[in-house]
DNA sequence: ACTCCAATGTAGGCATCGACAACTTAGGTA
DNA sequence: TACCTAAGTTGTCGATGCCTACATTGGAGT
């Protein structure tokens, strides 16, 4: 531990995301970061260009994550489905600031591509239960990516309300559940009688 | 045009409009506002006591636009929740910055409620086009606002993926359409036979 | 083992910003 | 007509992001 920190990169990224989580993206900066690590203020511009760079990889660390706990939800199509969508608005719920991050419009480009392809990758979780539940009968015909683009969409629409803190809690669980009932069974090929909300 | 501008309130209130549509939320600041205005750099503060609050008040009248927007909005029940998904999403590409705004969490707590109810509002129109769709028999039976709630979830999420440039400008009119076509056919109480997406 | 260089960290400085305080102006009203 | 308060001004402070010039050091190449 003396002149050069050693591992500098992790220890900004590790920091940011603590403060992140307990003030918010507006309590992040580079200099206070630097402060917390014991090193001098110019020390992060050697391992991002800039502030957004910083943000840039924590927005691709979040998607990672997130990737990986959707792709450990377990069960048929459908219950991965509902897991998934559960999933992501738990991840949502304890990563709120994150998730801000990560949908940020002003990423830089290079950055952006990534987040793309990362975000491609979890749609994929998806677009691969939507067309298991084709090969089950359980969802009907199209193409796979458009449908589950469009499932995706509407969870996501009840995390960012959820985040907005448009819908109380146990607003959002509601919210999240039919939704879910009303996109399953618009997907199914011969929905069944309706079951009421509420 | 003495000392005293006359209506600064509302001239901040503009300019700071169109910097947000041009700069991005982060091109904006008070200082500049001020320079823009011919005014010095605290006259704002007797108007705004934040930069916080101004974007507050920014915040309140987009509702306010949008809501006006979707109140417009002609026909069934059916064409009017077609119309006002199409009105929200032409509303957002046309004024992304002021929709970040927004719907963005670090509100003052008093703004915070006022544009809870301005949003509730918003959502009203949805609510009483899903009753006119209950009476109709198009919509199934439940809690109007549960299911308007989860209907608005969805096209919002659309919206969102779209400002967030996960979505190209055809793919996210493909994914509107979907997600409306989907979430019409669930609520449905009798669903006729699917049209495959794409 | 020695040299050197590129990566990493430091130090200082600059422009900008938001917020605050003390002071000034003027328009409306008692 | 006098004044009082809303509205605007000026000056200042601390913080921040970013840039440039400089210092250190570990490790690659001989």
Same mark, same amino acid.
């Given at each position: 531990?003396?002149?050069?920190?050693?591992?500098?990169?992790? @220890?900004?990224?590790?920091?940011?995301?603590?403060? /992140?989580?307990?003030?918010?993206?507006?309590?992040?900066?580079?200099?206070?970061?630097?402060?917390?690590?014991?090193?001098?203020?110019? #020390?992060?511009?050697?391992?991002?260009?800039?502030?957004?760079?910083?943000?840039?990889?924590?927005?691709?660390?979040?998607?990672?994550?997130?990737?990986?706990?959707?792709?450990?939800?377990?069960?048929?199509?459908?219950?991965?489905?509902?897991?998934?969508?559960?999933?992501?608005?738990?991840? @949502?719920?304890?990563?709120?600031?994150?998730?801000?991050?990560?949908?940020?419009?002003?990423?830089?480009?290079?950055?952006?591509?990534?987040?793309?392809?990362?975000?491609?990758?979890?749609?994929?979780?998806?677009?691969?239960?939507?067309?298991?539940?084709?090969? #089950?009968?359980?969802?009907?015909?199209?193409?796979?990516?458009?449908?589950?683009?469009?499932?995706?969409? @509407?969870?996501?629409?009840?995390?960012?309300? #959820?985040?907005?803190?448009?819908?109380?809690?146990?607003?959002?669980?509601? @919210? /999240?559940?039919?939704?879910?009932?009303?996109? /399953?069974?618009?997907?199914?090929?011969?929905?069944?009688?309706?079951?009421?909300?509420?």
């Amino acid at each position: 531990m003396g002149y050069h920190h050693g591992n500098l990169r992790d @220890a900004l990224l590790d920091r940011a995301e603590q403060v /992140l989580a307990t003030d918010g993206v507006d309590g992040l900066s580079l200099r206070a970061l630097a402060r917390d690590l014991g090193v001098s203020h110019g #020390a992060p511009a050697r391992h991002f260009r800039d502030k957004q760079a910083l943000l840039d990889a924590l927005a691709l660390a979040g998607f990672r994550r997130l990737e990986e706990a959707l792709a450990a939800c377990p069960g048929n199509w459908s219950d991965r489905l509902r897991g998934i969508a559960r999933t992501y608005l738990d991840f @949502a719920a304890a990563n709120p600031a994150l998730l801000a991050v990560m949908y940020d419009v002003k990423h830089h480009p290079e950055a952006s591509d990534a987040l793309r392809a990362e975000a491609e990758r979890g749609l994929g979780q998806v677009v691969d239960a939507v067309r298991d539940g084709q090969r #089950a009968g359980g969802v009907v015909d199209g193409d796979p990516g458009e449908l589950a683009t469009a499932l995706f969409a @509407a969870v996501h629409g009840v995390v960012q309300l #959820a985040l907005g803190n448009l819908l109380e809690p146990d607003e959002t669980d509601r @919210a /999240l559940v039919t939704v879910l009932t009303i996109s /399953l069974r618009g997907l199914s090929p011969s929905p069944g009688p309706a079951r009421p909300a509420g």
